[in-house]
């Protein structure tokens, strides 16, 4: 019923930025929030940051504050994840979720009710 479409991952330097974004399709426009998660190679999928939808609230992990930041097109139904500052540890597969519960916990991935395949991203050095 909903289908999350991710893109902008890539390969880059320690220090640089990207943007992913997450198109959604369906009934996203009644979704309570959207979030990004990331799981590395060997390690358990972690939280990254999340957004209601109608509010805009935001929320960030402790690693990515102050250089992450994220924001949705409501009338696109896209949420983006704008990094910055980027170091080799953010090196992962990045997941796009939406949740279409109410008075959810946005840091958890059991709150989510969709996700979509991931994009890379790779920092060098």
């Known amino acids: 019923q909903v289908q999350l479409v991710e893109s902008g991952g890539g390969l880059v330097q320690a220090g640089g930025s990207l943007r992913l974004s997450c198109a959604a399709s369906g009934r996203t426009f009644s979704c309570n929030g959207m979030g990004w998660f990331r799981q590395a190679p060997g390690k358990e999928r972690e939280f990254v940051a999340a957004i209601t939808w109608i509010a805009g609230n935001t929320y960030y992990a402790d690693s990515v504050k102050g250089r992450f930041t994220i924001s949705r097109d409501n009338a696109k139904n896209t949420v983006y994840l704008q990094m910055n500052s980027l170091k080799p540890e953010d090196t992962a597969v990045y997941y796009c979720?939406?949740?279409?519960?109410?008075?959810?916990?946005?840091?958890?991935?059991?709150?989510?009710?969709?996700w979509g395949q991931g994009t890379q991203v790779t920092v060098s050095s």
């Open positions: 979720a939406a949740t279409y519960r109410r008075y959810t916990t946005f840091y958890y991935a059991t709150a989510y009710d969709y």
